[in-house]
C-alpha cells in the first residue's frame, strides 16, 4: 500500500515537472529595436500534442494504480476491521478525485455498499476489544454474541459449561469470542466486569475476550420493511441478529482455523472440543460449507475462517431481508442447486455441503428469548445426555458422616461409583446454578 502510494505521488509529480518545463520553454518577447517576435504557432501546436499524450498517460497510470488500490481492498475487505477502513477511506479520496469515476473504473462492492452509515464514521467498524490478549492461530474460535435480556441472563452458565471439561492443552488451542451487542457502555462494562470476576484466569491467559461494537455500528432500525408476517419488533430483532453475527465473524476470522457460531444460552456437552476436532479432522478432505453440532437454528455451525468473509457478505447483503438461518440456507441453494432440477435434487446436493455430527454437543436452555416477551422452549432431542459423576474404583471401607443425603444420592453409593453423593443444601445437579459445574467424581 505505502509502494502504491509512493508511486502515486511520483507520478503527480513528475506530471507537474513537465508541464512547469513546457510552460517555461515556451519562446519569450525579445527586445529589439521595438519590434516583438510572435511565438511559433507550429512548434505551439506540436507542444500541445505532446502535452496530451502524456497527460493520457499520467490518466492511465493513475487509473491502474487506482484499479489495484480497490482490487487489493477488495481482496482484504471485511479482513481486519482497523485495516478495512484504512483501505476504504485510502480508496475514496482518490475516487473523488477523479470525479467518482475513476478512469471509469469498475467500482468495487464493500461493506459500506451495504451499510452505507457507516461512511459517516471512520471508527465504525473498529471493534472495541474490553478483555483479551489477542490470541491469534488457534484450531478453533467460538463466537458467542450476547444482549441485553429483561428477564435472566443466562451467559455465566454457558462459559462455565464450555470451561467445565477442557484439559489445558486444549485451553491454549482455543479461543471464545464474547460479542456484547449493545452500544450502550454501562450495560456492556458490567458484561465485562461479571466475566472478568468470573473467570479471571481464563480472561488472562487469552482464552476468553470480550468486545463490542463501536456506537455508529447499527443503522437506524427505523425504517425496516415488515416482510413474512413478522411484527416490527421482530424485524428489528432478526435484522440486528444478521449484523451481530456478521461482526463477530469478521472479528474472529482470523484468530483460528474453524469458526463455531454459539448463542448466549447454551451448555456443552463434556468432552466436545475433543469430539469436535476429531470430527473436523474426518471431513476435513469433503467439500462442506459447514458442519452441524446441533440441530437448532444457528447454535453450533462450524464453519471454516477462510469462508467467513465470504458468508458474511451474504448476510450484509440481506440482513434486512431474511432470518440469519434463511439466510445460511440460501447460500448453500446458490451453491449447489440446480434451477432446472426438482427439489429433491436439490435437497441432495445442499446435503453434501452440511455434515452433521450426531448426538448434538449442544443443547439450547433459555426459556426467556432474547427478543423481548417471547417464550423459548426449542429443545434438542439428539443432544446427548450429560454424565453428572465418574466411577471410581476404591478399596473396601466402612463409611461413616454426619452429612445427610439427597434422596437415594448418599456417601456410600458414591465410594462404590454407583452415583454422585448430594447433599440437599447443594444446588440441584445440571446446569441451572449460578457456580461453576461441580465435579461428582466420587472418590
Known amino acids: 500500500m505505502r509502494l502504491l502510494s509512493f508511486r502515486f505521488g511520483c507520478l503527480l509529480a513528475c506530471?507537474?515537472?513537465?508541464?512547469?518545463?513546457?510552460?517555461?520553454?515556451?519562446?519569450?518577447?525579445?527586445?529589439?529595436?521595438?519590434?516583438?517576435?510572435?511565438?511559433?504557432?507550429?512548434?505551439?501546436?506540436?507542444?500541445?500534442?505532446?502535452?496530451?499524450d502524456l497527460g493520457r498517460q499520467v490518466s492511465r497510470d493513475l487509473s491502474h494504480i487506482l484499479g489495484q488500490l480497490i482490487n487489493m481492498s477488495k481482496d482484504v475487505n471485511l479482513t481486519h476491521s482497523t485495516s478495512n477502513t484504512t483501505n476504504i477511506f485510502l480508496i475514496e479520496p482518490v475516487r473523488q478525485l477523479f470525479g467518482g469515476q475513476a478512469g471509469k473504473g469498475i467500482s468495487q462492492p464493500n461493506i459500506y455498499t451495504y451499510m452505507p452509515h457507516l461512511r459517516r464514521h471512520p471508527d465504525s467498524l473498529v471493534p472495541n476489544v474490553i478483555l483479551g490478549q489477542g490470541r491469534r492461530g488457534v484450531s478453533m474460535v467460538l463466537g458467542i454474541p450476547t444482549v441485553k435480556r429483561d428477564k435472566q441472563s443466562y451467559l455465566v452458565n454457558t462459559l462455565s459449561s464450555l470451561f467445565y471439561s477442557l484439559t489445558s492443552s486444549q485451553s491454549q488451542d482455543l479461543v471464545i469470542v464474547v460479542f456484547?451487542?449493545?452500544?450502550?457502555?454501562?450495560?456492556?462494562?458490567?458484561?465485562?466486569?461479571?466475566?472478568?470476576?468470573?473467570?479471571?484466569?481464563?480472561?488472562?491467559?487469552?482464552?476468553?475476550?470480550?468486545?463490542?461494537?463501536?456506537?455508529?455500528?447499527?443503522?437506524n432500525f427505523?425504517?425496516?420493511?415488515?416482510?413474512?408476517?413478522?411484527?416490527?419488533?421482530?424485524?428489528?430483532?432478526?435484522?440486528k441478529q444478521n449484523l451481530d453475527f456478521s461482526f463477530l465473524m469478521l472479528y474472529a476470522q482470523d484468530k483460528g482455523i474453524y469458526y463455531v457460531q454459539l448463542e448466549d444460552d447454551v451448555v456443552a456437552k463434556a468432552g466436545y472440543y475433543n469430539d469436535m476436532i476429531?470430527?473436523?479432522?474426518?471431513?476435513?478432505?469433503?467439500?462442506?460449507?459447514?458442519?452441524?453440532?446441533?440441530?437448532?437454528?444457528?447454535?453450533?455451525?462450524?464453519?471454516?475462517?477462510?469462508?467467513?468473509?465470504?458468508?458474511?457478505?451474504?448476510?450484509?447483503?440481506?440482513?434486512?431481508?431474511?432470518?440469519?438461518?434463511?439466510?445460511?440456507?440460501?447460500?448453500?441453494?446458490?451453491?449447489?442447486?440446480?434451477?432446472?432440477?426438482?427439489?429433491?435434487?436439490?435437497?441432495?446436493?445442499?446435503?453434501?455441503?452440511?455434515?452433521?455430527?450426531?448426538?448434538?454437543?449442544?443443547?439450547?436452555?433459555?426459556?426467556?428469548?432474547?427478543?423481548?416477551?417471547?417464550?423459548?422452549?426449542?429443545?434438542?432431542?439428539?443432544?446427548?445426555?450429560?454424565?453428572?459423576?465418574?466411577?471410581?474404583?476404591?478399596?473396601?471401607?466402612?463409611?461413616?458422616?454426619?452429612?445427610?443425603?439427597?434422596?437415594?444420592?448418599?456417601?456410600?453409593?458414591?465410594?462404590?461409583?454407583?452415583?454422585?453423593?448430594?447433599?440437599?443444601?447443594?444446588?440441584?445437579?445440571?446446569?441451572?446454578?449460578?457456580?461453576?459445574?461441580?465435579?461428582?467424581?466420587?472418590?
Open 15 to 52: 506530471a507537474c515537472f513537465l508541464s512547469l518545463t513546457w510552460i517555461t520553454s515556451l519562446p519569450r518577447d525579445e527586445a529589439s529595436a521595438g519590434s516583438s517576435v510572435l511565438p511559433d504557432l507550429q512548434t505551439l501546436h506540436d507542444r500541445l500534442l505532446v502535452a496530451e
Open 180 to 219: 456484547v451487542a449493545e452500544t450502550d457502555t454501562d450495560y456492556v462494562s458490567s458484561v465485562a466486569d461479571t466475566i472478568r470476576n468470573n473467570f479471571p484466569k481464563e480472561v488472562q491467559s487469552g482464552l476468553l475476550e470480550v468486545v463490542s461494537p463501536s456506537q455508529y455500528y447499527y443503522p
Open 278 to 443: 476429531t470430527f473436523v479432522t474426518q471431513q476435513e478432505p469433503k467439500p462442506w460449507l459447514y458442519l452441524e453440532f446441533s440441530q437448532l437454528g444457528f447454535i453450533g455451525k462450524m464453519f471454516r475462517t477462510r469462508d467467513l468473509p465470504m458468508i458474511a457478505e451474504f448476510f450484509l447483503m440481506f440482513h434486512r431481508d431474511k432470518p440469519i438461518d434463511w439466510l445460511l440456507d440460501h447460500i448453500l441453494w446458490v451453491k449447489a442447486c440446480n434451477p432446472e432440477k426438482d427439489a429433491k435434487h436439490c435437497n441432495e446436493q445442499k446435503a453434501l455441503l452440511k455434515q452433521r455430527y450426531k448426538p448434538s454437543l449442544f443443547q439450547h436452555v433459555g426459556l426467556h428469548s432474547s427478543l423481548p416477551g417471547k417464550l423459548q422452549h426449542l429443545k434438542d432431542k439428539d443432544f446427548a445426555k450429560q454424565t453428572l459423576y465418574n466411577a471410581h474404583s476404591n478399596p473396601v471401607a466402612e463409611l461413616s458422616s454426619s452429612l445427610k443425603h439427597y434422596q437415594e444420592h448418599s456417601l456410600e453409593r458414591a465410594y462404590k461409583g454407583e452415583d454422585f453423593f448430594w447433599r440437599p443444601q447443594m444446588h440441584a445437579p445440571g446446569w441451572f446454578h449460578s457456580t461453576p459445574w461441580p465435579e461428582y467424581d466420587g472418590w
Open 222 to 239: 427505523t425504517s425496516l420493511r415488515e416482510t413474512f408476517g413478522d411484527s416490527k419488533d421482530r424485524v428489528k430483532w432478526r435484522t
